[in-house]
């Protein structure tokens, strides 16, 4: 047996159809128009999101069909390998098995292009010439370009300044796709300018660069917008993660005691999770569902269950999810996928159910796990994945410590070649810890607005 080992589906097993989570769990809080107080209908979305989306964001049906033009797109990189990381066990000298899904293969480098080539392919189908996004650390920025020059069509990228200069070339990437990159908050649009005027040092958030994007589609009605992560729509088409994940570890007779992903605004912790929830919700097996977050944005842990925008102008309908506020600016991690004020009300709903617990890492453990990872199995993981590298290698120590045999299985979301500069600065001792303050906190949850009639 070879040390490291790779688990490769045939292409005839890439998926069928999305598993929609929304038809197994109870009824959730609906969303809110904020200016009339009453749930939002599928009418009130079409203006920005292309109609196809619309009906996904508020389906019930359990199975979606991938169109087979998506499915051609997707066979460029999927499925997806799944690796057990023994050279990681024996580092651990650990009796758990440890198991990772790996999404570096993709396109661009990590697991986004599962959503950006369906939306991107539905707004062409709409009659839109242009697609619009927001994005933290880059990796939707440059998924969303690299859909859109599939499709033919435009695509303008807000990304997070502090993140646009911690890593220059996404931006670079999303240039060479025919795309444009603006740093955020800029003066191309009212709420960056606002910003701007009242914080002109801002490091930017993905809350005001959702602003930006958002207003730049109602200026433009040839113009779609594009969400990255946290919407319903987005959670399932990340789902052909986990349906893989399952036929992998089937056909090798296993079955994960615990699934671990990253926590940012959620689409891939969804999308590896809820195939297995559903499984367990259908009378399966049981399996531990674990999200780990950064401190420094700790949304799930140290959130408020309220309704919130998810865009700092208030542009955005108000959902009922865990939140810091939508005023809150979080530290300028290196993982900047995770510096999400609020989190996908799928999540916080199966979290509340309690089908779902969350944890918070320091960067630097995060980044040691990262390291130990790399020099144990050869791969450099993105800072996001680094998280759930981190609480994976914890569980195995358990394991060793309490002599269970548990199977581990945790997101690799994707590669990190883009952040050499936040290891180089790890390896040098000069990478901070960036825990948030209690007043940013304070600051963050006072921004959550007052809904008169509506219970949180």
């Given at each position: 047996m070879t040390e490291q080992v790779r688990f490769q589906l045939p292409q005839e097993e890439l998926p069928t159809h999305w598993y929609n989570i929304a038809a197994d769990l109870p009824p959730m809080a609906p969303a809110i128009n904020a200016k009339t107080g009453i749930p939002i209908t599928p009418e009130d979305m079409m203006r920005t999101t292309a109609p196809?989306?619309?009906?996904?964001?508020?389906?019930k049906e359990r199975?979606?069909?991938?169109?087979?033009?998506?499915?051609?797109?997707?066979?460029?990189?999927?499925?997806?390998p799944m690796f057990r990381a023994r050279r990681l066990e024996r580092e651990l000298n650990t009796p758990a098995r440890i198991y990772y899904k790996y999404e570096g293969d993709a396109p661009t480098g990590s697991f986004k292009p599962n959503s950006s080539v369906p939306q991107v392919f539905y707004n062409k189908q709409a009659g839109r010439s242009m697609v619009v996004a927001d994005t933290g650390a880059g990796q939707w920025g440059a998924a969303i370009a690299f859909a859109a020059s599939l499709f033919d069509m435009?695509?303008?990228?807000?990304?997070?300044?502090?993140?646009?200069?911690?890593?220059?070339?996404?931006?670079t990437m999303m240039e060479t796709f025919g795309s444009e990159c603006i740093p955020s908050p800029s003066t191309e649009t009212a709420p960056g300018r606002a910003t701007l005027a009242e914080f002109p040092d801002h490091p930017g958030s993905l809350a005001v660069a959702k602003s930006e994007a958002l207003q730049i589609v109602f200026d433009d009605p040839d113009a779609g917008y594009t969400r990255g992560s946290a919407a319903n729509h987005v959670c399932l088409h990340q789902t052909v993660i986990?349906?893989?994940a399952k036929r992998q570890l089937e056909l090798l007779g296993d079955y994960p005691d615990i699934v671990i992903g990253c926590a940012g605004g959620g689409s891939n912790l969804a999308g590896l999770a809820f195939p297995f929830l559903g499984e367990k919700l259908a009378g399966g097996r049981d399996v531990q569902l674990l999200a780990v977050e950064p401190s420094a944005c700790p949304t799930l842990t140290r959130g408020r269950i309220a309704y919130d925008h998810s865009d700092s102008g208030g542009m955005t309908p108000l959902q009922r999810m865990h939140t810091l506020g939508n005023g809150f600016v979080p530290p300028p991690v290196h993982a900047g996928g995770l510096r999400a004020h609020s989190i996908a009300p799928l999540i916080s709903w199966v979290v509340e159910l309690g089908y779902m617990q969350a944890v918070a890492e320091s960067q630097k453990r995060a980044f040691e796990a990262g390291v130990l990872f790399l020099r144990a199995e050869g791969v450099l993981a993105a800072p996001e994945a680094t998280h759930a590298i981190r609480a994976a290698v914890d569980e195995a120590v358990r394991c060793r410590e309490t002599g269970e045999e548990k199977t581990i299985?945790?997101?690799?979301?994707?590669?990190?070649?883009?952040?050499?500069?936040?290891?180089?600065?790890?390896?040098?001792?000069t990478l901070p810890d960036d825990s948030v303050s209690e007043e940013s906190l304070a600051v963050g949850l006072a921004s959550i607005p007052e809904t008169p009639g509506v219970q949180s």
């Open positions: 196809a989306l619309v009906e996904q964001e508020f389906s199975e979606i069909a991938i169109p087979e033009e998506v499915r051609q797109i997707y066979a460029q990189w999927r499925p997806t435009k695509a303008k990228v807000f990304q997070v300044r502090v993140s646009a200069e911690q890593k220059p070339h996404r931006k986990g349906q893989e299985l945790f997101g690799l979301t994707g590669h990190g070649n883009f952040d050499l500069g936040a290891y180089q600065r790890f390896a040098a001792g």
